[in-house]
T-cell receptor, first 113, second 114 residues
Framework: GEDVEQSLFLSVREGDSSVINCTYTDSSSTYLYWYKQEPGAGLQLLTYIFSNMDMKQDQRLTVLLNKKDKHLSLRIADTQTGDSAIYFC?????????????FGTGTRLTVIP | GAGVSQSPSNKVTEKGKDVELRCDPI?????LYWYRQSLGQGLEFLIY????????KSGLPSDRFSAERTGGSVSTLTIQRTQQEDSAVYLC???FGTGGYGYTFGSGTRLTVV
């Protein structure tokens, strides 16, 4: 299946860390992604991780992948007001032949000044 | 252009009318995708074009929806006899090859059917 689940809302105080969680159902996913969507804009690729990795760090962003539990998380350190947006996780399934991404419902992150 | 361009950015149409949404992908990107984002929901895959292969239309919600890609570049998504439930943001994305490094999205077309 291609169900990707996320919690809908997350609020954090400016300067704190944010952790956005995602679960997926297809263990054969080869790539997993995090996208950010600001109001009125398209989706911006934040980062991605290959399925053979456990962790990837990119400046304030840390991605953790637990393949056994099919759990993906995005940690944003020192969260800023500019981080307020909707965050989507997505998986790509090679065997479909279509290479299309399956997205979660998105988590709306609100950063409180 | 430097990014994926979609037009129009906003479209208001009357129920029952046909609409055409346009997507200009990044030059050289062989794959092009259409997604629909309804209010409060995630992204729904609609259709995928890869090079000269037959498109994957498995996500189109009804036969009122169709899309074409001319010359392996510009794509048009057509919705015939629009219904209120078609109101959504329609997003186009393109990628190079298999898309393993992610897709580049346009800003979308916000369609409102009244």
């Amino acid at each position: 299946g291609e169900d990707v689940e996320q919690s809908l809302f997350l609020s954090v105080r400016e300067g704190d860390s944010s952790v956005i969680n995602c679960t997926y159902t297809d263990s054969s996913s080869t790539y997993l992604y995090w996208y950010k969507q600001e109001p009125g804009a398209g989706l911006q690729l934040l980062t991605y991780i290959f399925s053979n990795m456990d962790m990837k760090q990119d400046q304030r962003l840390t991605v953790l992948l637990n393949k056994k539990d099919k759990h993906l998380s995005l940690r944003i350190a020192d969260t800023q007001t500019g981080d307020s947006a909707i965050y989507f996780c997505a998986e790509i399934l090679d065997q479909t032949g279509a290479n299309n991404l399956f997205f979660g419902t998105g988590t709306r992150l609100t950063v409180i000044p | 252009g430097a990014g994926v361009s979609q037009s129009p950015s906003n479209k208001v149409t009357e129920k029952g009318k046909d609409v055409e949404l346009r997507c200009d992908p990044i030059s050289g990107h062989t794959a092009l995708y259409w997604y629909r984002q309804s209010l409060g929901q995630g992204l729904e895959f609609l259709i995928y074009f890869q090079g000269n292969s037959a498109p994957d239309k498995s996500g189109l919600p009804s036969d009122r929806f169709s899309a074409e890609r001319t010359g392996g570049s510009v794509s048009t998504l057509t919705i015939q006899r629009t219904q209120q439930e078609d109101s959504a943001v329609y997003l186009c994305a393109s990628s190079f090859g298999t898309g393993g490094y992610g897709y580049t999205f346009g800003s979308g077309t916000r369609l409102t059917v009244v």
